[in-house]
């Protein structure tokens, strides 16, 4: 069985840092995408950063700049270095990843709240 754990949220002063981590474990046989989408109270969930296998990343306009997406293949993670947040950041912010067991399916995370105080 495949999961995705989060770690790293919490409360940070606006102008601050976080690093989200996000691990996938279980049986894979690949990974061929790794994101971060958030969702704030009343709003629909969105597409944070994106990173394919090929190494290709996209950013939602609001934190490009600020937010930096990576990966570390070897251990099935996935990170989102978040700079500069600011109140509009506050959501809970969920890991998804399409994995391969035998076919491709699509995992979330169970999500990290990140709380921007102004």
């Known amino acids: 069985q495949v999961r995705l754990v989060e770690s790293g949220g919490g409360l940070v002063q606006a102008g601050g840092s976080l690093r989200l981590s996000c691990t996938a474990s279980?049986?894979?046989?690949?990974?061929?995408?790794m994101g971060w989408f958030r969702q704030a109270p009343g709003k629909q969930r969105e597409l944070v950063a994106g990173?394919?296998?090929?190494?290709?990343?996209n950013y939602a306009d609001s934190v490009k700049g600020r937010f930096t997406i990576s990966r570390d293949s070897a251990k099935n993670t996935v990170y989102l270095q978040m700079n500069s947040l600011n109140p509009e950041d506050t959501a809970v912010y969920y890991c998804?990843?399409?994995?391969?067991?035998?076919?491709?399916?699509?995992?979330w995370g169970q999500g990290t709240q990140v709380t921007v105080s102004s």
């Open positions: 990173l394919n296998e090929g190494g290709r990343t």
């Open positions: 998804n990843a399409m994995i391969r067991v035998t076919t491709f399916s699509n995992y």
């Open positions: 279980g049986i894979i046989s690949s990974i061929n995408f």
